[in-house]
Structure formats: C-alpha cells, structure tokens
C-alpha cells in the first residue's frame, strides 16, 4: 500500500503533510525516534552483545521521570516515558532479564567440559588390629648383621592418604566442540527470547496508552454533547415559558440530555480503567484508596502520519526480523548438538591428569610418616554395551531436531498470518480514517445550519436534536478511527519485527 494520507489529529481536520524525513515515527515528531533510542539504550545496558542499529538522527537522551513513592510518574508521559518506564520496571521484562541470567547459568555449566577440573580427594580408615594382614620380616634383613635392630612387619590398622588432581579431557567424542557451539546458541537464544518479550511489552504499553489517550478524547466529546443538549434543553425550556413551543419539545430535548449522560459516565469510567491498566504496564503500584484521580496524565494526543508500508514486503521483513523465528532457529540448532552429545555416547573419553599425592607410609604405623610425590598419567573409558541406551538417546534427539523443524515452519505460517491480518487491519484503519477526515467539519456545519433553520422558523427541533446527535457520532467516530489507526500500525510493527529496532532474527 502507498499510503498518502494526510496527517490527522483529534479534531478531525486534516494537517499538513509532515516532513519525509519524519515518516515512519508515531505521534508528534520526536515520539518514535524517542521509543528507538529507549529501547536501544536498554538493549545495550541488558545484553551488550546485541547488534542493534541506531537511528539516523543524534541519539538523544533518554528522558528521566522522577517518580513519587508509589511509583506514579510526578510529570505527563510521553509515549516514549511510557515506554522507558516500562522497560525498567515492568514484570514481564524484569523476569525474562532473569531468565536471560539463568541462561547464562546454563552457558557456564554448557562449557565445563572443555575447562580442566581441579579437585582434592582425601581419605582415612581404621579397622580392627586383628583384621590386618601384617607381614613380619626378620630383623637381619634390615640390620644387616648390627646388633640393637629389630623386625618390622607391613600391614597397619590406620591407613589416610590426600591427593590434589588435575584433568583434562581430550577427546569427548565430539562432546567437546558440541559443548561450545551449544553454549555459543543457548547465549544468542536467550537474547531473542528477551527481545521477544520486550517487543511484546513495548506493543502493550502502546497499545494502553493510545488507550487512555482515546478514553480522555471520548469524555470531551462526551462532555460536549452534554453541554450541547443542556443549552438546547434551556432554550427549549425557555421557548415553552414563553409559549412559542409545545412541551413535547421540551421533555424531548430532557429525553436526548439524558440519555447523553450514561455515555459520559462510561466515557469516565473508560478512562479510569484504561489509566489503571497503564499505571499496571508501567509497574506502579497503586494505593488501595486510590480509585477517581490516578495522577497519570500523558502528554501526547492522538494523530496519525503515513506510513508506507507493502504487504510482500512486510512479510519478508517479518520473516527475517522476528525474533521468535531467531529463537526457534537456535533451538533446532540445539537439537542438533544434542543428537552429536549422543552419538558421542558411542566412543571413548580420554583425559590426562596430573597432580600431587600423599599418604601414610606402609613400613611403619607411625602415621605421621609421610609418602608423598607427583603423579601423572592419561585415563580412557569405553562404554562397549551401555544397554542400548545410547541408541536409545540418538533416536530420541533425532525426533526432537525434526520436532524444531516442524515448529519453525509451523510459527513462520502462522507469523505470515499474522503479518496479513495486521496489515489488512491496518488497511481498514487508514480507509476508515480518510473517511473521516472532514466529517465533523460537516457535522459542525450542519448543526449550524438546523439551529439557524430553527430559529427562522423553517427547521424543527428534530433537526436540531438529529444534527446534534450526528456530530457526537462524527466526533466519537473520529476519534476512534484515530486510535484505530495508531493501534493497527503499532500492532503491525510488532508483526513485522519493526517496533524493537536492531532486534532482527539471526540465522543458526
């Protein structure tokens, strides 16, 4: 779709086109290159090892929102505060750091077949006297013949001995180089994972703040139209104590007025439960006494900017950007190393060591007579017949890899899918919205005119109440076509991998 729509706020006339260079940002200039450089900073300071890109624009600073006790901002939020707030205190991303940290835990333990192992053993036994098997030997083999020497004999009751060993494997079975890829693809996985949840946080924290955004606009239509049908009840009521209208006219003009004011009551009641929702994105945490003033107030308005974007090249981006085919990517890769840990099951290990060895002397049961020395050798081990549990263990890691083959293509259909019914939404927001844009200048005009008919006597008060009843509905049409408009592009974004820059998914 080439979009060419004209830039549109709140009160439904159409603004000038903005600036080229400002397309693809949301809201007023500055909101979407804000939300970049939020979510590119956090991604730089949560996982440096990102390859995120930075906008073409200075980097600006992040904003910093002093906050009261409670945690409630103590200043408006711009969509992009929203966003920096969120990504610092909400719990969803708060757990995945947790798990990218357990991920890491998972990489270290990965390596450490590789990494020689130290250790120190140590052991002491003392047995029955009578249980030893001693070997007396006479005293001439050790006198050679000098008087004052006795016998000894081997064999003592307490025995203790200490060593200090290192190893190193050498050959795994390809267990080895298997580890360090698996940890190098268990690292890279837990980035997409967070970057997953991040693009999802970041779409829900829009998504609730252009809905507070569109609550606060249907309470002033809302409010308008009350105000509206009361000064036409007024002069109503006016019209009947002079005599010139029936009281039908005046008890239909209290009808309209009252069933005007449920509307607004929803309206408020809207919003309050859509700045509740926010203030819980945003991790704040609200008194139990706090229900009619949440002091949340946002700074942005709800407008819409083109934003040019074609269906064949959006599900290539998609394709290639989302982070959740990154991850699956990475998990098939896994799978892969798990089938050649366990076809390493099949062949020997081999390790060398070396070390230092103590331990009591065996001529004398005088413990405090020592042997001791340096060591070293190599050690192999072969299962020849494990009981077919290495074969067991290849089939299984085998139907696990193909397993990951089948949710790879199955996730990308259905993100495809996905990417085709934002995209069509999309469409459906922007034509909803071009139709509105002059509506309630009309609506406007009409209610003028149906006044002015009345006033000369031409018109009735049917037309009045109808012209005024169809501008409320061009205004709440309006302005929800509007956060129509910013949803379904924050929500296709989110379809194609746009709304986490930098966070493109990489191949195995």
């Known amino acids: 779709m080439n979009n060419r729509l004209p830039k549109a706020s709140v009160d439904g006339r159409a603004s000038p086109a903005p600036d080229p260079q400002l397309r693809g940002t949301r809201g007023a200039p500055g909101r979407g290159a804000f939300r970049?450089?939020?979510?590119?900073?956090?991604?730089?300071?949560?996982?440096?090892?990102?390859?995120?890109?930075?906008?073409?624009?200075?980097?600006?600073?992040?904003?910093?929102?002093?906050?009261?006790?409670?945690?409630?901002?103590?200043?408006?939020?711009?969509?992009?505060?929203?966003?920096?707030?969120?990504?610092?205190?909400?719990?969803?991303?708060?757990?995945?750091?947790?798990?990218?940290?357990?991920?890491?835990?998972?990489?270290?333990?990965?390596?450490?077949?590789?990494?020689?192992k130290l250790g120190v053993s140590g052991n002491y036994a003392a047995v029955e006297r009578s249980d030893v098997d001693i070997l007396s030997v006479p005293a001439a083999v050790f006198t050679n013949g000098f008087p004052g020497r006795t016998g000894t004999s081997f064999g003592n009751d307490q025995n203790w001995g200490s060593q200090l060993k290192l190893v190193q494997s050498i050959y795994e079975g390809g267990r080895m180089l298997s580890a360090l890829r698996a940890a190098r693809l268990t690292r890279e996985q837990s980035l997409l994972n967070f970057q997953t949840t991040l693009a999802d946080t970041v779409l829900a924290v829009e998504t609730a703040y252009d809905d507070v955004?569109?609550?606060?606009?249907?309470?002033?239509?809302?409010?308008?139209?009350?105000?509206?049908?009361?000064?036409?009840?007024?002069?109503?009521?006016?019209?009947?104590?002079?005599?010139?209208?029936?009281?039908?006219?005046?008890?239909?003009?209290?009808?309209?007025?009252?069933?005007?004011?449920?509307?607004?009551?929803?309206?408020?009641?809207?919003?309050?439960?859509?700045?509740?929702?926010?203030?819980?994105l945003l991790g704040c945490n609200l008194p139990p006494q706090m229900l009619e003033d949440i002091p949340l107030t946002l700074r942005d308005k709800l407008e819409a900017e083109p934003y040019p974007m074609e269906l064949p090249r959006a599900i290539a981006m998609a394709l290639e950007r989302r982070t959740e085919l990154g991850s699956l990517r990475k998990t098939q890769a896994l799978r892969r190393e798990d089938i050649a840990t366990a076809k390493a099951g099949y062949k020997p290990s081999v390790q060398l060591y070396a070390g230092y060895d103590a331990h009591n002397s065996v001529l004398t049961p005088d413990l405090a007579v020592v042997d001791h020395g340096w060591i070293a050798g190599a050690q192999l081990s072969w299962n020849i017949f494990d009981g077919f549990r290495a074969q067991g263990r290849v089939k299984e890691t085998t139907a696990l890899y193909e397993r990951a083959g089948i949710d790879l293509e199955d996730t990308g259909r259905r993100i495809e899918l996905e990417v085709r019914t934002a995209y069509s939404n999309f469409i459906e927001a922007d034509e909803t919205l071009r139709s509105q844009q002059k509506v309630v200048a009309e609506a406007e005009e009409a209610l003028r005119l149906a006044r002015a008919r009345n006033e000369a006597g031409t018109g009735t008060q049917l037309d009045v109440l109808s012209a005024q009843t169809a501008l409320t509905d061009a205004r709440t049409t309006n302005v929800q076509a509007l956060h129509d408009y910013a949803v379904a592009r924050a929500r296709l974004e989110r379809a194609v991998g746009l709304n986490i820059p930098g966070a493109a998914a990489a191949g195995p």
Do not use: C
């Open 36 to 116: 970049v450089f939020a979510v590119l900073a956090w991604l730089s300071l949560i996982a440096p090892t990102a390859q995120a890109s930075a906008p073409d624009a200075a980097p600006r600073r992040p904003i910093e929102i002093l906050s009261s006790s409670n945690g409630l901002p103590s200043q408006p939020l711009s969509m992009a505060d929203a966003i920096n707030l969120a990504l610092k205190r909400n719990p969803s991303i708060l757990r995945a750091q947790k798990d990218m940290e357990a991920a890491q835990g998972i990489v270290v333990e990965t390596r450490a077949i590789v990494i020689p």
């Open 213 to 280: 955004l569109l609550d606060r606009e249907q309470i002033g239509v809302q409010e308008a139209s009350v105000e509206l049908l009361t000064r036409e009840f007024e002069d109503t009521t006016r019209r009947f104590d002079a005599g010139t209208v029936p009281r039908f006219n005046v008890l239909r003009a209290e009808v309209e007025l009252a069933n005007a004011r449920p509307k607004l009551i929803r309206a408020r009641n809207d919003f309050r439960i859509a700045k509740n929702n926010l203030a819980n």
